[in-house]
């Protein structure tokens, strides 16, 4: 395992189209190892030349080269056998580094994990490795993925692959940046409030969030149990439709899952015509950028002239959507993070006179800034006294949405919006105000709340920055949000 | 007495699943090495989740039952927080706001009161590892074994007023909880424990501030620390000072609670329901099941059971069944269900015999029951005299190394009438008085003989055969 250094800014660059497309669709790909018309050692050592190549974006934590070697040798040789090679035979793909994999270390980008090596692999690891995938590097993120921009992660903040100054987004900056950067042809990411969705947005890439329970979560260092999931970021929607293929399905390790559809994802239909799409009304206001806003009315114009119906519609909860969340999702994860108290694993105080002191200090070193001010606030939140006036309040709030969502999708198919009120900020422009950073999420965590599948797709640049169309489906209509995207997508090629 | 004791005890009753509560991890860590029955669930890693093990839930069910409450059709698991090295997640998974049992009672009996004490709730959790603290080092270990292990927490209402009343209520608890096979109740290895909380009131439409002895386990702790407790408060209320509110524990050296160490302090453990686990919702197939799982073991059956295999007296069936340290013996018996006549001699030897052998019935526990099975049938078949049968449940208990197979083929009665009547002759030529008394018609002289014949014979000739030789001999 190689550790990214910090160095290596050469002349900024710009990427162009052509450069970033460097990969042939996974479905490609897979065809041509299982033909032996290229192998997966040579994907592999493809993806480590690019990751080496574009290092200065510091999308990447840790690279785990050998293991990865090994595995593809392993997946040729099943072709030179005859043998099957799986859906994905050869196809390397970067994991955010809150997915436990063996071979490496896995950090969450936290200092309280470094160095920690995972004893059981994420069963959505072992799903893709079973159809040939081969993780080849772990992905940066907001340390433990709390945050809206990478600018979290303990170690260092990852560029935006447009715009270096800018932020990838987050908490799956790196992830994204680094399939927007074309390192592997798909990375893997975690959404807790739209931190798949969010970065995809940023970097002009494809960010799936399917929905809650569709993918198992064991494996997974967790955020807020209740929203997080787990999905793919991609270069196009097919290529998301594949993965979903592959990791959705029931897992004996996670008990808060569903069924799957029973249809493949890749058989969606992406007909547009007469789709019926809400534009929420909540969701184009003034808290929205006027470009971000022109790019998603040209958005709307193009699926109207396709066919599609579309109407206002109004879900008056939706701005109670972002307190709601920010007491659930702490309030979950101040409990998640109790497991951290330098006992059993991870970064434990060497010189603590006692137990106490080892608890406080290994998690007062160990843990950054966010995750402490998290952990407080969830843990003010649980506290006896304060339990009715948040937590409880909240869920009645998250059911009201559940709720009025429901209303929503009684009418209509899809609901349409920006995935984010701005394009991607300058690093550094709101790391110092915690409540503006949480502003990021506005719009995107009311599928988290409600559980249902989202999807954030290239849309057009403002100025020179990417925005992405948000669209957003019933629960367990995932290969439904994945047509209607596809349909979109073929729109803007 | 001036003062109305009330009591109320909690128990904690870990339930016989194969596997952990939440892990596919053995859950028996009577035997095992420390550290060797944990997974990446029980160490609490990073991305694991717990996975409800349906057993669990089953003998949860079977409990309610038993304390004669239909289990909850909706229930749920909640999140309790603290930090300690045993606990590895920093919470506990428990039951706060939906128990899986609300309601019951349990019938107790002290010297032939009847009374029904009534269980508040009895919820589902995870018990956490064990933490010892070696003498003169400056570190303490961890044993992740148990943590994880499935307990029913059973909380009785504070309606026990004596501590005869709560050392019934424990056994009673014991006997329901076993005869259902729903806990293998191994109190030494903490499979049972038991927390009691005891106040006194002069006036009995008010409950006095209370004090909670945690962790006994043992009927007998449970008593005392009772009793114990009763004494100290009541000194203390004679005196005029207040008792206070607060958790003790047991010395079973000085015999008396004692405040635990370390200052009380106001815990907030922040229940919230756990977004990992769904709720339990129970429909009426699956509570159906239960109930006829249960009904086929449970204290009532497997008393008619015993009954019907031994033909026993009430008051000798409460000796043998509503003894917990008995109660493994009743359920070999009925397990192997000997023939009446041997289930009759054995359980007459366990009410009459035994106890002057050994002072309580804790060392029955042992594979002993097997062997008094086989000298009762040996018994039964006249391969064993009464005196010989008796002598090796003696030996039963006095020698390790027992053998019942053994010594029943070396003790085995002479029945061959060729054998015996060598003795027989033998014993007459070399007492010719005692002969010439008998044919005489001094009849009482054939017992002198057939005693010289048993002991010539090492207790072995049927003493029946032998008293119809020497009458025939001696032509009587």
């Known amino acids: ?493 | 007495m001036k003062y109305i004791p009330t009591i109320g005890i909690e128990c904690h009753v870990q339930l016989k699943t194969k596997t952990k509560l939440f892990a596919a991890v053995g859950n028996d860590a009577r035997n095992a090495e420390p550290n060797t029955l944990i997974s990446h669930i029980c160490l609490g890693m990073p991305g694991a989740l717990p996975y409800l093990n349906e057993a669990a839930i089953k003998l949860a069910c079977k409990a309610g039952f038993a304390l004669q409450v239909t289990p909850q059709k909706f229930s749920k698991f909640d999140r309790k927080h603290y930090f300690y090295p045993d606990l590895p997640k920093g919470y506990q998974i428990s039951q706060l706001a939906y128990p899986i049992i609300l309601g019951g009672k349990v019938d107790i009996d002290v010297a032939g009161q009847k009374k029904s004490v009534g269980v508040t709730r009895a919820h589902l959790e995870e018990d956490a590892g064990k933490t010892s603290h070696p003498s003169g080092k400056d570190y303490s270990l961890v044993d992740l074994n148990r943590a994880g292990t499935p307990l029913l927490e059973i909380v009785s209402e504070p309606e026990i007023n004596s501590a005869q009343e709560a050392k019934a209520y424990a056994q009673k608890l014991y006997l329901l909880m076993k005869y259902a096979d729903v806990s293998d109740v191994d109190l030494y290895h903490g499979n049972m424990r038991f927390d009691v909380n005891v106040s006194l009131s002069s006036n009995s439409g008010k409950l006095g501030t209370r004090s909670e002895t945690k962790n006994l386990n043992s009927f007998k702790a449970v008593e005392r620390a009772v009793e114990y407790e009763i004494k100290r408060q009541s000194e203390l209320l004679d005196k005029g000072q207040f008792v206070v509110q607060e958790t003790r524990g047991w010395d079973e050296a000085k015999q008396k609670t004692i405040p635990q160490r370390g200052k009380e302090e106001a815990h907030d453990y922040r229940y919230f329901p756990d977004p990992d686990i769904p709720p339990i919702i129970l429909d009426d197939e699956f509570l159906a099941k239960a109930k006829a799982d249960f009904d086929k073991k449970n204290f009532y059956t497997m008393r008619g059971k015993l009954a019907s295999v031994g033909h026993l007296s009430p008051s000798d069936l409460d000796t043998v069944f509503n003894n917990p340290e008995t109660v493994d013996f009743a359920l070999e018996i009925i397990e192997q269900n000997p023939k009446p006549g041997v289930a009759e001699k054995v359980l007459d030897w366990l009410i009459n015999v035994i106890p002057g052998i050994i002072s309580d019935y804790s060392e029955l526990r042992e594979n002993k029951i097997g062997s008094l099975i086989a000298l009762g049938a040996a018994y039964e078949e006249a391969k064993l005299t009464s005196t010989k049968a008796k002598e090796g449940v003696r030996k039963l208990f006095e020698e390790d190394s027992f053998d019942a197979e053994k010594f029943i083929e070396q003790n085995q009665t002479l029945s061959d009438e060729g054998e015996i009547e060598k003795i027989v002759k033998e014993v007459i030529a070399s007492n010719s008085q005692a002969a010439r008394d008998v044919a005489k018609g001094e009849l009482k002289a054939v017992g002198f003989l057939v005693g010289q014949v048993m002991k010539a014979s090492k207790g072995k000739a049927d003493p029946r055969t032998v008293q119809m030789l020497i009458k025939k001999q001696l032509k009587v």
Not at chain 1, 52 to 74: G, N, T, Y
Request: proline residues 4%.
């Open chain 1, 1 to 493: 395992m190689t550790k990214k250094s910090e160095t290596g800014s050469t002349k900024s660059e710009t990427k162009s189209k052509s450069e970033i497309r460097n990969w042939a669709p996974i479905n490609e790909i897979a065809n041509d190892v299982r033909a032996g018309k290229i192998t997966a050692l040579s994907n592999v050592e493809k993806s480590i030349g690019l990751i080496e190549k574009h290092s200065e974006f510091d999308a990447i934590i840790s690279v785990l080269d050998e293991p990865a070697k090994k595995r593809a040798k392993q997946i040729d040789a099943r072709v030179n056998n005859g043998e099957k090679a799986g859906r994905l035979a050869g196809v390397p793909f970067i994991a955010k580094d809150n997915f436990l994999v063996f071979g490496g270390e896995t950090t969450a980008a936290s200092n309280i994990l470094k160095g920690f090596e995972a004893p059981y692999q994420a069963t959505v690891i072992n799903k893709l490795e079973a159809e040939g995938a081969i993780c080849i590097a772990k992905a940066n993120l907001d340390a433990f993925a709390h945050g809206s921009s990478t600018e979290n992660s303990d170690f260092f903040v990852t560029k935006n692959p447009i715009d270096k100054t800018r932020v990838p987004g987050g908490s799956s900056g790196g992830s994204a940046a680094a399939t927007a950067l074309s390192l592997a042809p798909f990375s893997l990411g975690t959404d807790t409030g739209g931190s798949i969705r969010q970065p995809a947005s940023f970097c002009n890439v494809v960010g799936f969030k399917p929905t809650y329970g569709l993918v198992s979560r064991s494996g997974v260092v967790a955020m807020a149990s209740s929203l997080d999931v787990i999905g793919p970021i991609t270069k196009s929607t097919e290529d998301a439709a594949l993965i979903m293929d592959v990791i959705a399905g029931k897992d004996k390790l996670d008990m808060t899952m569903i069924d799957r559809d029973i249809l493949a994802y890749t058989k969606f239909n992406n007909n547009l015509t007469g789709v019926k799409i809400g534009v929420e009304k909540e969701y184009m206001d003034e808290k929205v950028d006027k470009e971000v806003k022109q790019i998603i009315s040209v958005a709307i114009e193009k699926l109207k002239n396709a066919g599609a119906l579309v109407a206002e519609v109004s879900l008056p909860s939706s701005k109670l959507g972002l307190p709601a969340y920010y007491i659930i999702s702490l309030a979950e994860l101040s409990s998640n993070l109790s497991r951290y108290d330098g006992q059993r694993f991870g970064y434990s105080y060497p010189d603590a006179k006692n137990l106490d002191e080892s608890y406080m200090l290994s998690r007062d070193i160990g843990f950054g800034d966010e995750a402490k001010r998290r952990i407080m606030i969830g843990t003010y939140v649980l506290s006896s006294g304060y339990y009715d006036a948040y937590y409880k309040k909240a869920q009645i709030v998250r059911t009201k949405i559940i709720n009025e969502s429901r209303e929503a999708f009684s009418k209509f198919d899809f609901l349409i919006g920006p995935t984010t009120p701005t394009a991607a900020f300058k690093i550094g422009e709101k790391s110092q105000d915690p409540l503006q950073m949480y502003l990021s999420d506005l719009l995107t965590v009311s599928a988290n709340l409600d559980g249902g599948p989202a999807i954030s797709i290239p849309a057009g640049f403002a100025g020179s920055l990417p925005v992405g169309l948000h669209i957003m489906a019933p629960q367990g209509e995932d290969r439904k949000l994945l047509g209607i995207a596809n349909g979109f997508e073929e729109l803007s090629k």
